[in-house]
DNA sequence: CAAAAGTAGTTGCTTGCGCAATTACATGGC
DNA sequence: GCCATGTAATTGCGCAAGCAACTACTTTTG
C-alpha cells in the first residue's frame, strides 16, 4: 500500500506548491493593480472578462463563476464597479431575471491601462518564482501548457 | 512582434486556468473540511505545516508564510485555534519577541481524523476536474510533478 | 554603553466575503 | 390558466482579512 500512500503524499504536495504559487502571484498582482489603477485582483478579473466576451457583455452568474465568487459578493462587486462608472447593468428583455453587465468607455480605458501592469507583473512574479526551488517545476509546466 | 505577445497571452491564459482550479480546489476543501471537522483551509494548513515540522513547532512570521497571511491575520488565527485547545503558543527563551507554536494532543487528533477527509477531497477535485478541458491540461502537468 | 534602527507579535479599524433569507421572475404539471 | 417548483439577483448579518499604529525586545553603531 505503499505506492497508494505515496500517490497521496504527491498530490498534497502538488497542491501546497500550486496553492504557494498562486499567493505569490494574488499578492503581487494586488498590490501592482492597485497602485496602478485602484483595482483588485477580482475587479480586473471582472473587467478583463468582460472585455473578452463577444458583445462585452455577460450575466451575474458567468461572473460569479469566472471570478470564483458567491452571488452575493459578485452584487456588491458589480455594485463597486457601477458605481465608478467602470461598467454599466443592462436588464435583458427575454428573461426579466436576469441581468447583464457590460463595459463603459471609462471601463475599456481604465483595463487597457491597467493590463499591461498585469501582464508585467504576473512575468515578474513567474519569473521570481522559478528561482524558487519548491516552484520551479511548476512554473515551468504552466509554460508549456498550451506551448503544446 | 506577435510572437511576444503570444507568450503574454499564453501567460495569462495559463494564471487564469491556475487560478479556476486553484478556487474550485479551495472551494471543495473549505466544505468538506468544515463539515468534517469544524476547520477552514487555512485552519488545516496550519495544522498540518505544524505536523510536518521537526519538533513540531514554528514561529508566527513562518506560519504566516506558510498560509500566505499577513501577520495580524495569522496572530488571530493562531487565537481562534489556540482558544479550541487545538495549538499552544510557547515563548522561547533565546529570543523573547519570538513565539513558537505547538500542536497539543487534541490537535494532532484532530489533524490525524481531518487528513483523510482533505486528501480524498483533494483527489476528487482534481479528478472533476480532469473532466474539464479547460482544466486538464494543468491537472495532469500537476500530477507529473514529483512522479519525475 | 547609550541611542538609533530593526524585527516579532498584537490591537483598532475598515473592507470584502459567504451563508441564509428574501424578492422577482420563469417554467412544468394538472 | 393556476399553483408548485425552480432560478436570478439582492439584502442582513457575522466573520476573517489587510493596513497602520503600537509595544516589546534585539542588534547595530558611534
Chains 1, 2 share one sequence.
Do not use: F
Not at 515578474?124 to 526551488?133: D, F, I, K
Amino acid at each position: 500500500m505503499g505506492i497508494k500512500d505515496d500517490a497521496v503524499e504527491v498530490r498534497a504536495q502538488g497542491w501546497r506548491t500550486l496553492a504557494a504559487l498562486h499567493g505569490n502571484i494574488v499578492a503581487a498582482l494586488e498590490k501592482a493593480l492597485q497602485s496602478a489603477a485602484d483595482l483588485s485582483v477580482v475587479e480586473y478579473t471582472v473587467l478583463d472578462a468582460l472585455s473578452r466576451q463577444d458583445g462585452w457583455h455577460m450575466r451575474m452568474q458567468q461572473l460569479a463563476r469566472a471570478t470564483a465568487l458567491s452571488s452575493s459578493a459578485t452584487t456588491r462587486l458589480v455594485n463597486r464597479l457601477e458605481d465608478r462608472g467602470l461598467l454599466a447593468r443592462i436588464l435583458c428583455a427575454d428573461d426579466r431575471r436576469g441581468i447583464y453587465t457590460e463595459l463603459t468607455e471609462a471601463g475599456q480605458k481604465l483595463l487597457l491601462a491597467a493590463r499591461p501592469v498585469h501582464d508585467e507583473t504576473l512575468a515578474e512574479s513567474l519569473t521570481a518564482a522559478e528561482s524558487v526551488p519548491e516552484l520551479e517545476p511548476l512554473v515551468k509546466a504552466l509554460g508549456a501548457l498550451q506551448g503544446a
